[in-house]
Structure formats: C-alpha cells, structure tokens
C-alpha cells in the first residue's frame, strides 16, 4: 500500500512561480509511475505531468508544456513539480498520483493510488 501527501500549494500572482511535493510511503514507490492530475471547479480531472520509475520518460499536458518541469528523488521518495510562469488558468486542486507499473500513463483510470491534493490559485 502507498500514501501520498501533497505539499507546497498556495496563492501566487500571474507569472510566479510555485514548487509542489508529493511525499509518498513505502519503497515500491519508488518503483511506480507517477503522475500529476489537476481539477478545477465544474471541469473534469486532466492529465498535468508524468514520470516513469526512473525518471527517465516524462510526460506533459500541452497547456503546461515549456512552463511545468516535473521530477522525482527515489531516496526521499519524492516526487516534484516545479510551475513557472503560472497563469490564473492553472488554477486548480493538484493531485498526485502512483501506478503499479514503472511506465508513466496520461489516464487518471491508469493510476492506484491518489493524494488528498492541494490548492493552488493563481491571481491575474
């Protein structure tokens, strides 16, 4: 079994920046793939960023591209991401997420375990 926490949400203005954690239990995390998923009022849930096991494969939404980095440290069991340039559009809940396979995946039914999220508002 796997907990994540997410880490690091807030309020920052347009252009800010904002770094999010997602602290997970167990060492088969280090294993899985993980993503991140956001969800913001009256909108489903999408795809943000992904990493496979290793870090090896990342994954990005097309709205985030160029702007988002996402990255992971096994030894801390730690998974990150780093938003540059935010926009008042990427306001949303931030979840992390972990899938039993070491591959990452754009699909939230793809994934096994999810964090409780984090706001993140951006103000224009």
């Known amino acids: 079994q796997v907990q994540l926490v997410e880490s690091g949400g807030g309020l920052v203005q347009a252009g800010g920046s904002l770094r999010l954690s997602c602290a997970a239990s167990?060492?088969?995390?280090?294993?899985?793939?993980v993503g991140w998923f956001r969800q913001a009022p009256g909108k489903e849930r999408e795809f943000v960023a992904g990493i496979s096991w290793l870090g090896g494969k990342t994954l990005y939404a097309d709205s985030v591209k160029g702007r988002f980095t996402i990255s992971r440290d096994n030894a801390k069991n730690t998974v990150y991401l780093q938003m540059n340039s935010l926009k008042p559009e990427d306001t949303a809940i931030y979840y992390c997420?972990?899938?039993?396979?070491?591959?990452?995946?754009?699909?939230?039914?793809?994934?096994?375990?999810w964090g409780q999220g984090t706001q993140v508002t951006v103000s224009s």
């Open positions: 997420a972990a899938r039993r396979s070491p591959v990452v995946a754009r699909g939230p039914g793809e994934y096994d375990y």
């Open positions: 167990g060492r088969a995390f280090t294993t899985y793939g």
